[in-house]
């Protein structure tokens, strides 16, 4: 009976750190696949084009919220084999609240990547000035914690 007891519980421990390794940012959203998807290392592996998100960005929030927004923006985007985009998670340094953002439904709709052969967890940065906006993409892997990306 006790070797039960600690398989159940060994099982436990296991499929609930599962179930939180995944969100990288302590604010999560639902409604992602999150079957089998690796974080970049090195290098981009899920390609965007930087600019065009911007703009999209840009023309979705507004010349008026983009002009007052300040602060970092984390987010944690997963992207599926075929391009399409699920906002899993974010950690929102900025002067606006995220509800007011409302960007998982604008980045599930709108945010196209390139055709995947797997898929990948894609890390966002965008920091907000007021000079403007920069994106920047995070990756870990290896001995090497989190790093900017070139």
Not at 41 to 66: C, P, Q, R, V, W
Not at 71 to 94: A, F, H, P, R, Y
């Amino acid at each position: 009976m006790k070797r039960n007891s600690l398989s159940i519980f060994v099982f436990l421990v296991f499929t609930m750190s599962n179930s939180f390794a995944q969100n990288v940012f302590p604010e999560q959203f639902k409604g992602c696949n999150t079957d089998g998807f690796a974080l970049e290392h090195d290098t981009t592996t899920a390609k965007l084009n930087s600019i065009e998100f911007l703009k999209l960005l840009g023309d979705y929030l507004g010349a008026d919220a983009m002009g007052k927004l300040r602060g970092k923006l984390s987010l944690q985007i997963i992207v599926d084999l075929e391009g399409n985009s699920c906002l899993l998670s974010i950690e929102n340094k900025t002067n606006v609240k995220t509800k007011k953002l409302n960007l998982k439904t604008w980045i599930d709709q709108e945010i196209k990547w390139k055709k995947l052969s797997e898929k990948v967890g894609a890390m966002i940065v965008l920091e907000f000035t007021e000079s403007g906006v920069t994106l920047k993409r995070l990756g870990m892997g290896g001995t090497r914690d989190w790093h900017y990306l070139d």
